[in-house]
């Protein structure tokens, strides 16, 4: 599912989601000096920091995560 993830009246675009041998690619759209963070789930109830937090750019970004064989669902957030 891509959509966007609202913090704030911020938005996080979500340009494309890839499959990687073992994980996945996920490109968004970061503002500059925005602060992001990565998260992952098992049950998209409880969500979890996966990774440092990331200063956005201003262009797109590639987050790679690798899948360790459970199921996982990952966002990446923009911090307020």
Known sequence: VVKECNSENRSTKL????AISGGIHLKV???AGGVYQMQQSADLLNWGN??????????ETIFERLN?????FWKVILLP
């Open 15 to 18: 340009l494309k989601i890839s």
């Open 29 to 31: 759209q970061t503002e």
């Open 50 to 59: 996966d990774g440092p937090q990331f200063l956005g750019t201003g262009e």
């Open 68 to 72: 360790t064989g459970n199921l996982k």
